[in-house]
Each structure stands twice: as C-alpha cells, then as structure tokens.
C-alpha cells in the first residue's frame, strides 16, 4: 500500500505540472493575443465599415494608411489604449448601409450617424457594443427593418435616437432591460404592435417620444412606475385608450398626458 502511494505521488505531480504549465501558457497567448489584434480589429472594423459606404463629398478620404486610424474624420479614440471610443460622422451626406463589423468596436461609447442616408437596417451586431452610452441614428429616411432585439445588451446605453427613419414592427420589450436609459426618441417610424409594459422599469428615463407609428392597445399603467420622466409624447398612433382618470397615469402624469392622448386621436 505504501508503495502504491509512493508510485503514484510523482506521476501526479508531474501532471499537476503540466496542467499548470498549459495554463499559463494559455494565459500568457491569450493575454497577448488580446493587446496586439485589438486595436488592428478598430482598423479592420473601421475600414470594413468604410467599404459600404459611398461619400460624394469625399468625407472618408483621409481614412488610409497615410494617418493612424484615431486621425481619421470622425474618429476618436481613448487616450490610454488608443481604441475607439467615438464615431461621429453626422450630416456628412453618407449613402450606404451599416457594416455589421461596426459591433468589434468594442470600446465604442458614441455613435453618431444622424442625417445621412444609411439604408438596410441596423446590424444586431451593435448589441456587442456594451460601453455604447449615446446611440444616434436619427434623420436616415429609409433606414429600416426592425429595432434589433439585441440592442437590449447595450447596458450603458443613456441616449437612444431613432427618430425619422422607416422603422418598422413592434418595439423590443427586451428595452425594458436598459436601465441607465435617459431618452428614448423613436418618433417619426412605422412601428406598431403594443406599448411593451416593461419600458415602465426604465428608471432613469427622462424623455420618451413615440409620436408618429401605429402603435395599437392602452399605454399601460407601468409608465407611472418612471420617476425621472419629464416628457412623454406619444400621440398620433392608434392607441385606445380613453382619458380614464382611475388609471396611475393619468394621476401622476396628468399634466402631459392628457395633451399626448388628444394628439393621438387627432
Ligand atoms: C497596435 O498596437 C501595437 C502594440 O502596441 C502597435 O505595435 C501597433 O502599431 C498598433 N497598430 C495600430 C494600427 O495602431
Ligand atoms: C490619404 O489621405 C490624404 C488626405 O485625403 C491624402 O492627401 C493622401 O494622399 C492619402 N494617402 C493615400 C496613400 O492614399
Ligand atoms: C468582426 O465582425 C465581423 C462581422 O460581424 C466578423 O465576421 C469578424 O470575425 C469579427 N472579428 C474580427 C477580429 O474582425
Ligand atoms: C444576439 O443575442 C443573442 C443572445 O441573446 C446571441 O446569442 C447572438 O449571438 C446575438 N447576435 C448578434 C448578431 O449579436
Ligand atoms: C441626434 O442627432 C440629431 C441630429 O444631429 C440631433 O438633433 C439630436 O439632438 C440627437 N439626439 C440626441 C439624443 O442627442
Ligand atoms: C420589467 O417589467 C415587466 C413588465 O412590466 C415585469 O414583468 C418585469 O418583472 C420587469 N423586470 C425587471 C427586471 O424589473
Ligand atoms: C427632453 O425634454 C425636455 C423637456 O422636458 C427638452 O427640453 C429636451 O430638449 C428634450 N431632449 C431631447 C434630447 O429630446
């Protein structure tokens, strides 16, 4: 018996060594791995973004290898980590559609294509993007499909701009999930199907513009629950409800919703 232990100890400890050993080698190739490909994944993200996109004022021109990518127009990138953290390329007369490459952008906190004309949808890739704090798509008239159900991962999102594209279908209840949500703009869509209850647990929630869709049903009673809201527009839709002043929203918001429920049956 005492052999056997005696025997066994040395083939256990060298296993033990070799597992140790693979683990910090994949440790260390993982490590390296991360810091070298990460910021050529911006480039690559940024150039595969460029590639669907034409610009008759020569907006990207300076998007070549002649400057670092945190140079190009539109870019800004982190000071530490030289990683992109913003892409503002509003009212630059863009025609194109969004390259889902744009979710390896992993440091990404704004993205700013309003004005443009981006058409296609938006990429479900965006919900990667887990730092994006300000999301503007606003003012691209045939930029359609449905609002991605995976945007709902973006959990730092605080501005959501969607207004005045061709969005179409329900509203993701899984945006109920967005709790550092400020202003929720999808004004000026197609949108329809219901109100989804669960946007009353957006806390934080200060402006709400759903004006112009065909959004159908009662707004629900959860909409009392938001503390932070100050305006809320939901008029020209087809919503049923009656001003019934029994209902929560209408005691804790009477002052706006009552003007927002005569816009919807003009
Ligand atoms: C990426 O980072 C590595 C290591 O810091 C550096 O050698 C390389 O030039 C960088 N590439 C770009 C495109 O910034
Ligand atoms: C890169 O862009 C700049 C500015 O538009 C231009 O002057 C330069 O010739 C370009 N370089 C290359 C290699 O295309
Ligand atoms: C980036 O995103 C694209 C498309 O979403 C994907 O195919 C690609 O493998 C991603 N990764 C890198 C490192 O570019
Ligand atoms: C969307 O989210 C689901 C999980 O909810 C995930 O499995 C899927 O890979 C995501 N797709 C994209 C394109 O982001
Ligand atoms: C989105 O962009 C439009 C057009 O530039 C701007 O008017 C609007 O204020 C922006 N929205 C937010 C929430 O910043
Ligand atoms: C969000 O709202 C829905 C419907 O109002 C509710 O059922 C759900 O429990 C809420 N989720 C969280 C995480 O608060
Ligand atoms: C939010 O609502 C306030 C009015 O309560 C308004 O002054 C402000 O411009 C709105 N902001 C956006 C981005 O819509």
Sequence with gaps: ????????????????????????SLLISKFSLATTLSNETDKLA???????????????????DSFHFCHWVGVTCGNQHQRVIGLDLKNKKLVGTISPYIGNLSFLQSL?????????????EVGYLTRLRNLNLSYNPILGGEIPVNLSHCSNLQYLDLKYNDLERGIPSELGFLSKLQILILRNNHLNGRFPPSIGNLSSLQNLSFVYNNLEGEIPNTVAQMKSLTYFHVGINHFSDTLDRSKPIYRNHSSFIVQCLRHSHA
């Design 1 to 24: 018996m005492d052999h056997l232990l005696m025997n066994t100890r040395p083939l256990f400890s060298l296993t033990y060594h070799a597992i140790f050993l693979l683990f910090l």
């Design 46 to 64: 940024l150039l595969e973004f460029k590639s669907h996109i034409d610009s008759p004022l020569n907006v990207l021109a300076s998007w070549n």
């Design 112 to 124: 700013d294509l309003a004005s443009n004309s981006f058409h296609g949808g938006i990429p479900s």
